[in-house]
């Protein structure tokens, strides 16, 4: 039956948990919280599913390369020094969120199983094992980004990446990423989920972590599979709940102030410093409202991660001294 697999069977103590954590509000408690859930996310957007675009340049032409793309590429070249500089910036921005990101993860934990009145003290402990996480990760991620980037060389073969030759190959590179896909989603899946805890509680590496963690999923590999699935499907529904709150969220802030900036540029008659004030403003409002409607979201599937990995092995049952 269903309700013998603990993804299932842990869905309302999740809930009740994360209910009687947050409600009555406490605002020291939500403001933490939203901040451990804005930093333990902000990794999160380097989708490794999501890694080539749609643009592949203009289909009508041979080569898709347009005219002006020599007096681009002077452009380029010309200030090559800049746009080291500016790629150099954004790899290291990014590198900081993903470490930032790992090091929350832990965080995370760490306040829902223990003393929740500060979070600094937890970072400060945790960087190290961040820090391996986000290494491994990464490699994670590069092996993925090669593993589907080899393939791509097919359609180089002459007659086999244009016409209709290339649809099969199309269909079966398509297919080759959805198989790859499935275990790397696991991986991360995982590592954030189980791995983690399991590295809190025996204050291990990475590695040795998710050698714990096989043992355990190969031990009740259905239950484990389960929850993989019931997690994939409930992130979906939250994520789409997320979008429609966010957007409602996003038309009531944005008509009065756009209102009020037609107001001024009519008034003015140009585009003012006021406005782009209303614009970030507006942003503000809108960051803050997405901060504060995935605190119960992440709480719950933090709550929810941990229920079933402690039903899974009781050693690992990081809530066992905290009530509901």
């Keep these: 039956m269903i309700s013998d697999y603990y993804a299932f069977s842990e869905l309302d103590n999740a809930i009740n948990r994360t209910k009687n954590l947050l409600w009555p509000v406490k605002k020291g408690i939500w403001l933490r919280l939203a901040i451990i859930s804005l930093f333990a996310g902000a990794g999160t957007g380097l989708n490794p599913f999501q890694i080539f675009s749609n643009d592949f340049g203009d289909t009508t032409t041979g080569t898709g390369i347009d005219a002006s793309a ?6 380029i070249f010309q200030n090559i020094g800049l746009v080291l500089v500016l790629c150099g910036a954004i790899l290291l921005i ?20 223990g003393d929740k009145t500060s979070i600094s ?20 991620g590069i092996a993925f980004f090669v593993a589907i980037a080899l393939p791509l060389a097919l359609f180089l ?17 398509l ?3 959805f198989l790859l896909g499935i275990p790397f989603f696991l991986v991360y899946l995982f590592t954030f989920d189980f791995v983690i805890p399991v590295m809190i509680k025996d204050d291990c590496g ?65 585009f003012t410093p006021f406005n782009i004030i209303l614009v970030l403003f507006a942003l503000l409002i809108l960051i803050f409202i997405g901060m504060i409607l995935m605190v119960p979201f992440s709480t719950f599937y933090r709550h929810y991660s941990l229920l ?12 066992l001294k905290q009530s509901v």
């Design 70 to 75: 020599t007096g681009a590429g002077d452009i």
């Design 94 to 113: 990014t590198f900081l969120l993903g470490v930032i990101s790992s090091i929350f993860q832990f965080v995370f934990v760490d306040y829902l199983t």
């Design 121 to 140: 003290k937890y970072f400060r402990m945790r960087i190290g094992k961040g820090v391996r996480v986000f290494l491994f990760l990464m490699g994670i």
């Design 157 to 173: 073969i002459p007659g086999v990446g244009t016409g209709i030759a290339a649809l099969p190959v199309l269909f079966s590179y």
């Design 175 to 177: 297919l080759l990423m």
């Design 206 to 270: 990475v590695i040795a972590g998710w050698k714990t963690c096989l043992n355990i999923i190969t031990n009740d590999w259905k239950q484990a599979l389960f929850y993989a699935v019931s997690k994939f499907i409930l992130t979906i529904a939250t994520t789409i709940i997320i979008f429609i709150v966010v957007l409602i969220a996003a038309i009531a802030v944005a008509i009065p102030l756009i209102f009020i900036g037609v107001l001024t540029a009519a008034a003015f008659a140009a």
């Design 308 to 319: 079933v990995l402690g039903r899974l092995n009781g050693n690992y049952n990081l809530l």
